[in-house]
């Protein structure tokens, strides 16, 4: 493989497949035209899917290419979107030959991934995550779901990619909310992980990074190292893989139901788990504080009125829920998550507590 603007690249092997990290240099990839997209494929077998802003914004990247284009909308995730695709690859005389690539948010990506391991029982795909949340979660580790109804990425396959392509250059165009919405990803990996880049966070703001390439770049990668090294440990989400859904479960109750950005709705779920912590696993009240700061520091919201009986409706098929219990991540301090097996009925009150002061 050779890239032109290539700064580094790094393979990272997961138990089903091995996946090349590539950095390029800012703009690298607008500045060379999508050269690098080609990889080692004939153009003539690369489709590239993408958002129809995204398509907009950045045309001249897509001359020259086969590209479908999805709406930008989470509702757009779904299984009509996937046999939609399917049917223009089928029209594109899409073959076992064909390169997917994924040049977007955690849409996008989601959905490109979903599509790559269905389409012929499955074929290659890479991703150009544009959003920092796809940069530092959405595109790795190889989960692709699409939502059922109301109902979070429901179905789903966890297959990886054959590559991820960096280039902080996207970012330059990605609105302030959704800058929010890739720091919430990030302070979830701080507080389950990570106390030092909790206290650098804290230390920080948006602005900040927007303006230090540096500082953005290394946090990216600390970031994305954080996810690697747990989805190599626990690929399938038996063990140690449950901690990202840290801020999760409340989420996935209320994103759709709202139509909240996922950033926003992990943001308001973090602090549900937070209640929930202090009761089950002795986090401290000031600890609790610490994250609602940085938080709205981050421009994130920490309440939101909601309605307690309809998330728990959607709660209840969650896939961690096992009968009358649910896996649910607690932090015990910053820096420090674990998993709890609790009774259902644990959740459903902090929600409600949580419904009745907002
Ligand atoms: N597979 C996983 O492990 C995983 C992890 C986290 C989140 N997700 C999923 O990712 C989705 C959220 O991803 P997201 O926050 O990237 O949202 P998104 O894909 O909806 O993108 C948000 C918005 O930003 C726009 N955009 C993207 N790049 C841009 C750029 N460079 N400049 C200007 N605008 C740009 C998009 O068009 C869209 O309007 C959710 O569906 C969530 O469930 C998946
Ligand atoms: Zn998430």
Known sequence: MTYNYMNYSSKIAFPSGVVDYIFLPKDGLKKSSVEELAVSYDKQHIVIITDDHIAALYEPLFKGYKTLVVPALESAKDLHTIGTLCRQLLDLEAGR??????????????????????????????????????????????????????????????????????????????????????????????????????????????????HDDHALLALIEKSAAWKNNTVIADEKETGVRKLLNFGHTAAHAIENMYELPHGKAVAIGMVIACMVSEEVAGLSAADTERLKKLLQQYHLPVSLSINAAKAMEILRMDKKRKDDLIDYIVLERIGHGAIRSLPFNVVEKALEAYASHN
Do not use: H
């Open 97 to 210: 030959n064909t390169l997917l690539i994924g040049v977007g948010g955690g849409v996008v990506t989601d959905v490109t991934g979903f599509v790559a391991s269905v389409y012929m029982r499955g074929i290659a795909f890479g991703f150009v995550p544009t959003t920092l949340l796809g940069m530092v979660d959405a595109a790795i580790g190889g989960k692709n779901g699409v939502n059922l109804g109301l109902t979070k990425n429901l179905i789903g396959t966890i297959t990886q990619p054959k590559f991820i392509l960096y280039d902080t250059g996207f970012l330059q165009t990605l609105p302030n909310v959704e800058w929010s919405n890739g720091f919430a990803e990030i302070i979830k990996c701080a507080s389950i992980f990570d106390a030092g880049l909790f206290d650098e966070l804290a230390a920080q703001n948006i602005s900040f990074y927007k």
